[in-house]
C-alpha cells in the first residue's frame, strides 16, 4: 500500500509564478468545455481582489514543489466571500485535492470573518457541481433543469465561524 503524498497549502499572490499552471490550464479547460476566451474569464477580476485582507489564493504543492491544485476568493460583500479559479491539475484529479482546496479556502475565508461563501460553476462541468453538492453547498436553481438551459449554477455554504473568546466577569 502507498501512502498519500504530502502536500503543503502554500498563500500566495496571483502573481507568483507558481500559479501560471493553475491559469493555463484552467484557461485551457474553459476553452475545451465552452469554446469562450479563457483569458477574457480568467482577467474578469482584477489580481488585486485576490489578495489579503479580503481576499487569497493558495495553492497545494507536492512534496517537491509542484503546484497541483488550488483556488482564490475574493471579497464579494462584508459578510460573504466569491470563491473563484479551483483548479485540480489533470493527472491529479479524483484524488481528493479539490476538496482540500474548498476546505482550506473555507477556513481561511472564516479566519478573515466571512460568514458565508458562494460560487458559480459552468453547466459544463459535473464533476464541480457534485464536488459542491457533496460537500454542503447549498445550490440556488433547480437541481432538476437541464444545466444548459440555466447557464452558471451558483452555489452558497454557511460558515460556521469560531467563537470569540468569553468575556470576564465583571464584579
Known amino acids: 500500500m502507498t501512502s498519500a503524498p504530502k502536500l503543503t497549502v502554500l498563500h500566495v499572490s496571483p502573481s507568483d509564478p507558481r500559479v501560471a499552471p493553475l491559469r493555463g490550464e484552467l484557461g485551457r479547460e474553459y476553452a475545451t468545455r465552452y469554446g469562450k476566451d479563457a483569458h477574457a474569464e480568467m482577467s ?15 495553492l497545494l504543492l507536492m512534496e517537491h514543489g509542484e503546484p497541483v491544485a488550488g483556488g482564490a476568493f475574493r471579497r464579494d460583500d462584508a459578510l460573504t466571500a466569491e470563491l473563484k479559479r479551483i483548479w485540480t ?9 479539490a476538496r482540500r482546496v474548498l476546505a482550506e479556502l473555507e477556513r481561511e475565508a472564516g479566519a478573515r470573518g466571512y460568514g458565508r461563501v458562494r460560487l458559480t460553476t459552468g453547466p459544463r462541468q459535473p464533476e464541480a457541481r457534485g464536488l459542491y453538492l457533496a460537500t454542503g453547498y447549498t445550490p440556488l436553481f433547480d437541481t432538476r433543469a437541464d444545466p444548459e438551459t440555466i447557464g452558471p449554477l451558483p452555489f452558497e455554504k454557511h460558515l460556521v465561524l469560531p467563537l470569540p473568546p468569553p468575556k470576564a466577569a465583571v464584579r
Open 89 to 97: 491539475r489533470s493527472a491529479h484529479r479524483r484524488r481528493g485535492l
Open 44 to 58: 474578469r477580476h482584477p489580481d488585486e481582489e485576490f489578495t489579503p485582507p479580503y481576499g487569497g489564493l493558495l
